[in-house]
């Protein structure tokens, strides 16, 4: 079962290499680092993200966005 906050690797198309992403779950928003991908496409488990740190990623997410405070 893929869940959110599962950290697996995906390849991919350009310039097809293999790296580890960390699975948001669903986001309607998507940057171009933020990419929607098929669950089939992602590979085998590597670890789970910390539940403590996704503060940091929802801070970075919306920094990137222009949605954050700072903006």
């Known amino acids: 079962m893929i869940e959110r906050g599962d950290i697996r690797w995906l390849r991919f198309e350009a310039p097809d ?3 580890p992403v960390l699975v948001l779950g669903r986001i309607e928003l998507k940057p171009e680092w933020i990419k929607t991908v098929d ?3 992602l590979g085998p488990w ?3 993200f910390p539940h ?3 503060d940091e990623v929802a801070t970075a997410l919306l920094d990137v966005l222009g949605l954050s405070a700072a903006s």
């Open 52 to 54: 403590r740190r996704w």
């Open 17 to 19: 290499k293999r790296r």
């Open 39 to 41: 669950r089939a496409a």
């Open 46 to 48: 590597i670890a789970a």
